[in-house]
């Protein structure tokens, strides 16, 4: 249903004075979602992974400039289309009630959602209506302000801002930090359903745990690009392909705890060759010269020279 | 799953009870404070004319003092305890102002309140319909100016307020004056009825006509202000997470300034209005001067020419009194806009 390819962004940013800066945020990115499937994009803070969805969503600020290609249902995705599209085909369950209009109640910010796909405002209300009980809402949480929900129903507003609509295509963006644990498998458990439903479902996350409960593949982020894309299950039996993506598997508390040594690349001057080559136990001088390209690998994808099945 | 269980609803008795509270605790906190800005107002301003060149023996006589002897000067002085010790001076002073004794108007040959009373009236109708429109205008240009930031039409806008918050506002006032009376003859040079006119024979149409021009000065002025504080706000709420949610969501620029933009500039748009009245108040002392309009400010501008000390006091104290009102009631407008502070304050009781 969606797919990118090569897709690059770059920031331009005016330092000191006159002197402009390119900041390489997204550099040769390929992922690819398809309808019914969870796809979760992991990746520490600054490895562009909420810049994935502003893309998708064409609401990068003015300064980004994008290279590559992205398709959506078979044609490519303009700054046009992307226009057209977001909110109605493509939409986003944003991080936290900050999102929402802090002076407006929330039902009426659904239901605005809503209308915004065509249907009429009594069509509407009665859409927002139904997905709140479907939710367990109280009747009331219509009327209240973001500031009095508490944060699973926060949680259950946000994902309805994506069921009021007939999107394909749902982005939930970091749905979790900071949430009390049945809250988060709550939240999962909603975009699981969103997925089973038909829907293709892009989840942005940090937390791989939780990610791995629902995912169908994982892609791994780095510095702006696609290291590897997973199937949940290599996670569990040892299959995984890149270094960075064993690292980072080692790092949870619950397996072995070791921190990944090194930080990412810096986004003004992004090195030579691989971009993970600094922290790459496997570097040789091929990593060093080259920059790999994403290759299938045991029916997923790896961006690395040495990596074998 | 366990929702986080909110408190249980009151009784709408005990709420009312609860709320009738907190406003008189409001109310008792608002005058307490007006008090004691008053008293500090009160020290301020006697301390101050204590040292002040004006001598009140040769302000009250005039031009009349050459044939008014040292010791006739002395025995007024006297008579009106200028001879007493300065804190003794200071709380008889005091003490008649407390009993609403605000002294006679040198100039005016009335006692201070009837001329302030009788005067503010005459500004209160200019000074509404300035308020009003910089209000308005500033809010519109600067939602304008906001939403389009960068753009030829926003650049226009800024210079526009720029200019007009650096023009000092008699020059404004010159200006138009020079326009629209002595050069297109559509408005009167002066005053507030046509010459020769008794008071009671002016009708609405002349009065307003009158009014316009001071007032229209008055609110071009404060239009600027207004402006860019507005602009700058909406620009910050544009770059706010909710606004890039409801571009997410596909809503375009003027649909996010309607349904977001206003509802979110709107707190800080009224404080601005509000606090906005003391410098109305201010510019009304210059516009009223060139317009030769018999409002507050011109006579506040004569009490200072003629020494009237008794008429100045009596202005900083109303004048105080007026910036404070208005303070006030931008306090009491939040939570009537803002339902964080509505309700926010209910719930965590």
Redesign the interface.
């Known amino acids: 249903m969606l797919s990118l390819s090569n897709l690059s962004v770059t920031f331009t940013q005016y330092d000191r004075g006159l002197r402009r800066k390119q900041l390489r945020v997204i550099t040769d990115l390929n992922l690819d979602v398809q309808a019914g499937e969870v796809v979760a994009v992991v990746g520490a803070s600054g490895s562009g992974k909420s810049l994935l969805a502003h893309a998708l969503l064409g609401i990068l600020p003015q300064n980004a400039v994008m290279s590559g290609t992205m398709t959506f249902q078979g044609e490519p995705l303009t700054p046009h289309r992307c226009r057209l599209l977001r909110g109605k085909a493509i939409v986003l369950i944003p991080q936290s009630v900050g999102y929402l209009d802090p002076l407006m109640t929330v039902g009426p910010q659904v239901q605005r959602v809503a209308q915004l796909t065509g249907r009429t405002k009594a069509a509407a209300k009665t859409a927002v209506k139904k997905t709140f009980t479907r939710y367990g809402l109280p009747a009331k949480t219509f009327d209240l302000y973001p500031f009095q929900l508490s944060g699973g129903m926060a949680r259950r507003v946000l994902v309805s801002t994506a069921v009021v609509t007939p999107a394909q295509l749902v982005i939930a963006d970091e749905p979790t930090p900071g949430l009390h644990p049945d809250v988060v498998s709550e939240t999962l458990t909603h975009l699981r359903e969103l997925a089973d439903a038909g829907r293709g479902v892009i989840l942005i996350t940090h937390d791989i745990a939780a990610a791995l409960k629902i995912a169908d593949r994982v892609a791994v982020f780095y510095a702006g690009t696609t290291v590897e894309i997973a199937a949940g299950r290599d996670f569990f039996t040892g299959k995984l392909r890149h270094p960075y993506t064993q690292a980072l598997w080692r790092s949870l508390p619950q397996n072995e705890f070791l921190p990944v040594p090194g930080n990412q690349p810096n986004l003004e001057q992004l090195p030579q060759g691989c971009l993970f080559k600094d922290r790459c136990p496997w570097v040789d001088d091929l990593c060093r010269e080259e920059r790999p390209a994403l290759r299938e690998l045991n029916d997923g994808w790896v961006r690395c020279f040495h990596a074998e099945g | 799953?366990?929702?986080?269980r909110?408190p249980e609803r009151q009784p709408e008795k005990q709420l009312v009870n609860r709320r009738v509270n907190t406003l008189l605790i409001f109310v008792g906190q608002k005058l307490l404070r007006l008090g004691l800005l008053l008293i500090a107002v009160a020290i301020f301003t006697f301390v101050l004319l204590s040292l002040s060149p004006i001598d009140p023996v040769q302000a009250y006589i005039g031009a009349d003092m050459m044939q008014i002897s040292a010791d006739q000067q002395a025995l007024i002085a006297e008579r009106w305890g200028l001879d007493q010790p300065f804190w003794n001076r200071f709380l008889d002073w005091l003490g008649q102002i407390l009993q609403g004794n605000l002294g006679v108007s040198l100039v005016f040959n009335r006692p201070v309140s009837e001329v302030i009373a009788a005067r503010f009236q005459a500004s209160l109708q200019m000074l509404a319909i300035a308020w009003l429109l910089s209000g308005l205008l500033g809010l519109a240009l600067g939602t304008l100016a906001g939403a389009v930031a960068g753009s030829w039409i926003d650049r226009v806008i800024r210079l526009y307020a720029y200019t007009l918050a650096a023009a000092p506002t008699f020059w404004v006032a010159l200006l138009l004056l020079i326009v629209f009376a002595v050069s297109w003859r559509i408005a009167p040079v002066c005053c507030a009825a046509p010459p020769g006119v008794l008071s009671q024979n002016v009708t609405v149409w002349q009065h307003l006509h009158h009014l316009l021009l001071p007032a229209m000065t008055l609110s071009i002025i404060g239009i600027a202000n207004i402006t860019l504080h507005t602009r700058q706000k909406l620009i910050e709420v544009l770059h706010s997470?909710?606004v890039?949610?409801?571009?997410?969501?596909?809503?375009n620029l003027w649909n996010i300034v309607r349904?977001?933009g206003l509802?979110?500039i709107l707190l800080p748009a009224i404080t601005l209005q509000f606090a906005s009245l003391s410098e109305l108040f201010g510019g009304s002392v210059l516009v009223e001067q060139v317009f030769a309009y018999p409002g507050l400010g011109e006579a506040t501008v004569q009490g200072a020419l003629r020494s009237d000390v008794p008429l100045l006091v009596g202005i900083v104290f109303f004048s105080a009194l007026f910036v404070y009102i208005g303070n006030t009631l931008a306090d009491l407008a939040y939570p009537i806009i803002?339902?964080?502070i509505r309700?926010?304050g209910q719930?965590n009781r």
């Open positions: 799953m366990p929702i986080k909110r997470d909710y890039l949610f409801a571009l997410a969501q596909g809503e349904y977001h509802r979110n803002d339902p964080r309700l926010g719930m």
